[in-house]
């Protein structure tokens, strides 16, 4: 669904953002380890990566990240 603002809902009707998902997002195709699921702005080898546990990369540069009840990021 795309409102009069331009903002795509999937699972909504009523979405609030450029793009708003109300349900579980799969991204990626699961083939190469060394290409970013979730790719940023900013380059190739920017992303988040998913080989084993959720890793986080800037420039090609990862940092795994590990925990037992829960993320947060500021």
């Known amino acids: 669904m795309v409102d009069a603002s331009r903002n ?10 450029a793009l708003d998902v109300n349900g579980r997002v799969v ?6 380890a060394t290409t970013p ?13 998913l080989s084993g546990g959720l890793a986080v990369s800037a420039a090609g540069t990862r940092a795994a990240l ?5 993320i947060t990021l500021d």
Request: charge should be negative; proline fraction near 3%; aromatic fraction near 8%.
């Open 27 to 32: 991204i990626g195709d699961g083939v190469a």
């Open 37 to 49: 699921g979730l790719a940023f702005q900013g380059g190739a080898t920017t992303g988040l990566y």
């Open 66 to 70: 590990f925990a037992s009840g829960g």
């Open 8 to 17: 795509v809902g999937i699972g909504t009707a009523l979405p609030v953002q």
